[in-house]
């Protein structure tokens, strides 16, 4: 008797669990898809209109689609992208906060800055990487120089008295030029200049000789006369400028000094989301619809992995400490 009421108890044990079981199944599945279908915030860090505004627009409304998912773009401006960068490292790592990230934020402002609200490598998911906008060395008109090989010999044939602008020291365009020096062996001379905006008003004037800019602010100037293209820094030709040649193409293999953008997420997002959102970049990416409108704008569309996307930005932070570090910039 006492081993039959056992078995009943077991039994009943057995019933409750497979109950509970079935009422936590459509809870589950009901959390599964409220976290599914709510917006996703794509935020960029600046300020609407501007060319990586539209491009996250570009991209959100593609993601939408495709993902069936409402995205908003998001505009945190301010601190060089420090502020939006610090908003996702914050949001839950669930798939609805995304990052249109710059190169800046996370492989440039770490060696500028003595305090980061974030550290980049470990709190910042890397999802993928979709392209970027190219710089392209230019010249001003007074400038004896107007093919690559002769601004290189001017430089070599009189080392430190070229004056070349950039953004302001540490800044994209000062980086570029460093790198350029070390791979011609050239000396130029630095003027800073707070933006490039100030600095292209010198480079018309002939105050300075060369600069790096974008291809997209450049391109009114060179088709008007006012600059001279010498070389495109990305790996493939420009599609605005397509008789400008690459640095590759010029003899040196592996420059690159393009602005690359890529979808980044707060760290803990799970290997599945990743691989999700993931795969939808890289649909959205490949579509000729948005490689056309981008191409159209200067942007250079080039899909990288997770993993592609994680081991470049390892390589420019490790590539970028050591060359601001021989620079004895000061940090903030």
């Known amino acids: 008797m006492k081993k039959h009421c056992l078995t009943i108890a077991r039994a009943r044990v057995h019933l409750t669990m497979l109950c509970l079981a079935m009422l936590a199944g459509p809870a589950a599945a009901q959390t599964d898809s409220a976290r ?31 993902s069936g998912r409402s995205v908003i773009v998001e505009n945190k401006p301010g601190a060089a992208s ?21 190169d800046t934020p996370i492989v440039v402002l770490p060696f500028l800055r003595e305090k980061m609200p974030y550290n980049p490598l470990t709190d910042l998911k890397p999802i993928a990487l979709i392209g970027g906008i190219p710089l392209i060395l230019v010249a001003s008109p007074s400038f004896k120089g107007k093919t690559f090989a002769e601004f290189v010999a001017a430089a070599k044939a009189s080392p430190g008295t070229i004056n070349y602008a950039s953004n302001g020291i540490g800044a994209g365009l000062h980086i570029a030029m460093e790198r350029l020096q070390r791979a011609t062996g050239i000396s130029l001379n630095h003027i ?66 393009s602005i690359w953008m890529g979808i980044m997420a707060p760290a803990g997002l799970s290997p599945a989301m990743t691989r999700k959102i993931e795969s939808d970049v890289k649909t959205v990416v490949a579509g000729p619809a948005y490689r056309e409108r981008m191409l159209a704008r200067g942007f250079e569309v080039r899909f990288g992995s997770s993993d592609e996307f994680s081991k470049r930005i390892q390589t420019e932070y490790a590539r970028n400490k050591a060359l601001i570090g021989s620079l004895g910039v000061q940090k903030e």
């Not at 996703?40 to 996250?56: H, R, S």
């Not at 960068?85 to 790592?93: H, I, L, M, N, T």
């Not at 001279?228 to 592996?254: C, D, H, K, W």
């Open 36 to 66: 599914t279908s709510q917006p996703v915030k794509l935020t960029v860090g600046f300020a609407p209109g501007g060319p990586t505004d539209l491009i996250a627009r570009e991209l959100g409304k593609g993601l939408q689609e495709v």
């Open 192 to 257: 800073p200049y707070k933006g490039s905006g100030p600095a292209l008003v010198d480079m018309f004037g002939g105050q300075v000789s060369v600069m790096w800019d974008t291809v997209p602010t450049s391109l009114q100037h060179i088709q008007s006369g006012k600059l001279i293209p010498l070389a495109i820094g990305s790996y493939e030709r420009s599609t605005l400028l397509p008789n400008v040649p690459t640095m590759a193409e010029l003899g040196y293999s592996g420059f690159d000094v």
């Open 82 to 102: 420090i502020i939006a960068s610090e908003a996702v490292v914050r949001a839950a790592p669930d798939g609805s906060s995304l990052l249109l990230a710059t």
